[in-house]
T-cell receptor, first 114, second 110 residues
Framework: SQTIHQWPATLVQPVGSPLSLECTVE??????LYWYRQAAGRGLQLLFY??????ISSEVPQNLSASRPQDRQFILSSKKLLLSDSGFYLC?????????????FGEGSWLTVV | DAKTTQPPSMDCAEGRAANLPCNHS???????VYWYRQIHSQGPQYIIH???NNETNEMASLIITEDRKSSTLILPHATLRDTAVYYC???????????FGTGTRLKVLA
């Protein structure tokens, strides 16, 4: 069966420090990968998605970047964090877009920028 | 932008059916309707999806109107553990993006 893991689960970082959140998927090949962010009390905002190694689409201009160095690995990064980067970050994966397939989420990472 | 409209909150008595509405009046013929729920501090959990026929699984039923402009998620016997935010989204076959709105916060009352 397929599983998705992301880490760290909780992170407290000072303003101006770098960020790296990592996500891996197991049990499937060539997944579509996603990063979402959820600010406190808000809905889910799609940040990035990737359909293959090295292929990244950005949905919202911001202080973050994403990379996909391997088929089942997706990384969210920032060189200098802002207070507004605080939130709940979720990695997700999906498969065949031609069918009514679903998206599956990881456990999430809480980021607090102080 | 999200293509769905949901009420921000609803209450339901424990053991009763919870009926969560969703409006997707601009839905296209190849767009599926998906429902997810998110319990606090967890990733969203898939519930059910459909194209035009009603669907049922072990968690819920999905009723889609004949014109497909709205749908209802039915939790037949709500429990306290069903308290969560429920998201209704639409996605076209052949697209990668799942766009979530703000959802409906369902509170099941004892």
């Amino acid at each position: 069966s397929q599983t998705i893991h992301q880490w760290p689960a909780t992170l407290v970082q000072p303003v101006g420090s770098p960020l790296s959140l990592e996500c891996t998927v197991e049990g499937t090949s060539n997944p579509n990968l996603y990063w979402y962010r959820q600010a406190a009390g808000r809905g889910l905002q799609l940040l990035f998605y990737s359909v293959g190694i090295g292929q990244i689409s950005s949905e919202v201009p911001q202080n973050l970047s994403a990379s996909r160095p391997q088929d089942r690995q997706f990384i969210l990064s920032s060189k200098k964090l802002l207070l507004s980067d605080s939130g709940f970050y979720l990695c997700a994966w999906s498969t065949d877009i031609r069918l009514g397939n679903t998206i599956y989420f990881g456990e999430g990472s809480w980021l607090t920028v102080v | 932008d999200a293509k769905t409209t949901q009420p921000p909150s609803m209450d339901c008595a424990e053991g009763r059916a919870a009926n969560l509405p969703c409006n997707h009046s601009t839905i296209s013929g190849n767009e599926y309707v998906y429902w997810y729920r998110q319990i606090h501090s967890q990733g969203p959990q898939y519930i059910i999806h459909g194209l035009k026929n009603n669907e049922t699984n072990e968690m819920a039923s999905l009723i889609i109107t004949e014109d497909r402009k709205s749908s209802t998620l039915i939790l037949p016997h709500a429990t306290l553990r069903d308290t969560a935010v429920y998201y209704c989204i639409v996605r076209a076959s052949g697209t990668y993006k799942y766009i979530f709105g703000t959802g409906t916060r369902l509170k099941v009352l004892a």
